[in-house]
């Protein structure tokens, strides 16, 4: 759990980044409604979150450095025994400022004649401009509030500044506690996978292993799937973002299973890919054996210092190396690297930062250059090789295969971790354990 301690020097950091005169304005994330009067369940926006752990839809937080009576204001909504008897407990602005560190809060149905007050002569808005459309109106129509009222010397903020460009190099970084939370949402997740693996056999449907998977989430803790799992069976793994998961599983073919679980607002992302009837053909073994291999040379260019875009490279080599060895693709490896003939196979990057969001925050680029990696990022590794069960110009044995291994690397001060190395991925690994024996 992040402590209220941590959560105020987040604010504080973010504050001291702040131009003077300023606000930022942080809003809750919209509910969402699924029918007529019942809601998906609620979300919080990241940033809320991930300042004040605030987890409250109908709610604003502002951030007011050096304001006299207290920096951090929230609007709420207010205590009604009779919503909360319907839709659950609120804390209410007394309990906003008891439990979440705000210096004053009020009822959100008083932020129209309160806030346009706060945003006057401020010289520049911290916002997330174009996250939610209608409190980006909502935002406007508090200016043109004190715009309209310049005639009793009322002056209106100066300029607008993107908010996720301060906070998303703030989130970059994994704290001891964040990465604690990481760590379990991978123990988690990697239980999740070895399940699927156990259970599996030819005649379930993807639907069922995708079940067993989000049982292992929720029964563990976590509030279910960070995002929505994927399990391909045969051909279906060539499709990335397949989500339909409505195949029955057949014997001979692969499963690709990208899953992962959300704990306590902190996300995990693994991919595994699995014999149905937990043998690997002779074709499935020398695909996955690159991907694999692929993987691990990628991690090996994971440390402080390393630039990010080496990791892709090597993933990119090794697998074009092994599409050669396997007559797959012909001709020169640097060749075929500059020609980008590997895209056919492997059409996606080697990972992506994980946090808060399963695709997190943060520029890869700085100034037009590759980033080099810091103790306490977290980036997934994820190489795959997808060959279509369509690609006439592959030789029959290797269409619609697909494979995918996935694991989740902390930056560490030495070099890296995989943090979500519990799950089985040699082949012998995953055979000893569909087999029902212990894993190697």
Same mark, same amino acid.
């Given at each position: 759990?992040?402590? #209220? ?8 950091d973010?504050?001291?980044?702040m131009?003077?005169n ?7 994330? $919209? ?12 979300k #919080?926006s990241?940033n809320l979150?991930y300042?004040s752990?605030f987890p409250?839809p109908?709610?604003?937080? +502002? ?6 009576q207290g920096?951090?204001?929230f ?6 025994p009779?919503?909360?008897? &319907? ?5 209410g602005p007394a ?5 979440f ?5 009020? $009822?959100?149905d008083?932020?129209?004649e309160?806030?346009p007050g ?11 401009i174009?996250?939610?459309?209608d409190?980006?109106k909502?935002l406007m129509?508090w200016v ?12 209106p ?5 993107d908010l996720d ?11 001891a506690a ?7 949402a ?6 999740a996978h070895?399940?699927?693996m156990?259970?599996c ?19 563990s803790?976590?509030?279910? =799937?960070a995002?929505?799992?994927i399990?391909g069976?045969g ?5 990335l973002?397949y989500?339909?998961?409505r195949e ?5 073919e692969?499963? +690709?299973?990208?899953?992962g ?13 699995f014999?149905?009837n ?5 074709q499935?073994a020398?695909?996955?054996?690159i991907?694999?291999?692929?993987q ?10 390393l ?5 892709n490279?090597a ?5 074009t #190396?092994?599409?050669?060895?396997l007559?797959i ?7 075929l690297?500059?020609?980008?003939a590997?895209r056919?196979?492997?059409?996606h990057?080697?990972?992506?930062w994980?946090?808060m969001?399963v695709?997190?925050?943060?520029d ?5 250059? &590759?980033?080099v ?9 994820? =190489?795959?090789i ?11 044995? &290797?269409?619609?295969?697909a494979v995918r291994?996935e694991d989740?690397?902390?930056? /560490?001060k ?5 943090i979500t190395s519990m799950?089985?991925k /040699? ?6 354990i569909m087999?029902g024996k212990q894993?190697a």
């Open positions: 759990m992040i402590s #209220q301690k941590e959560y105020a020097s987040r604010r504080s973010l504050m001291a980044m131009q003077a300023s606000i930022a304005v942080i809003a809750a994330a $919209p509910q969402r409604v699924r029918s007529n009067d019942t809601y998906y369940p609620f #919080q990241t979150s300042l752990g409250e109908g709610s604003v937080m +502002l951030l007011i450095p050096g304001r006299e920096e951090v204001v609007f709420c909504r207010d205590k009604d009779l919503r909360e008897t &319907w839709d659950g407990f609120r804390y309990g906003t400022v008891s439990h560190g705000a210096d004053d809060a009020f $009822p959100i008083d932020i129209d309160i806030l706060m945003l006057e002569g401020k010289d520049r808005v911290y916002y997330a174009g996250k939610d459309a409190f980006d909502q129509i043109q509030d004190v715009k309209g009222r310049r005639g009793s010397d009322a002056v903020p100066g300029e607008f500044v460009h301060l906070v998303n190099e703030m989130r970059l970084i994994k704290s964040e990465i604690k939370l990481m760590r379990k991978g123990e988690i997740s990697a239980r070895c399940r699927a156990e259970i056999r030819p005649g379930l449907y993807e639907y069922q292993l995708q079940a067993e998977i989000e049982h292992e989430f929720v029964r803790g976590a509030v279910g =799937p995002y929505t799992s399990v069976g051909k279906n793994g060539c499709v973002h989500i339909e998961n029955k599983l057949k014997a001979g692969l499963v +690709l299973i990208d899953a679980c959300e704990y306590q607002d902190y996300a995990a992302d693994i991919t595994r890919t014999p149905i937990g043998k690997f053909s002779p499935q020398a695909i996955y054996d991907v694999l291999a692929a691990a040379a990628a991690i090996e260019m994971i440390a402080p210092g630039e990010y875009n080496l990791a490279d993933t990119v080599r090794v697998i #190396q092994g599409l050669v060895d007559n693709l012909n001709g020169d490896v640097d060749a690297i500059e020609q980008g590997h056919d196979f492997y059409m990057n080697a990972g992506h994980l946090g969001d695709h997190d925050v943060g890869y680029k700085i100034d037009n250059q &590759w980033r990696y810091e103790p306490g990022m977290v980036v997934t590794v994820e =190489p795959g997808y060959i279509s069960p369509d690609n006439t110009n592959v030789d029959e044995q &290797w269409r619609g295969i291994i989740d690397v902390l930056v /560490t030495a070099g890296c971790e995989d799950v089985p /040699t082949r012998e690994q995953i055979e000893a087999a894993s």
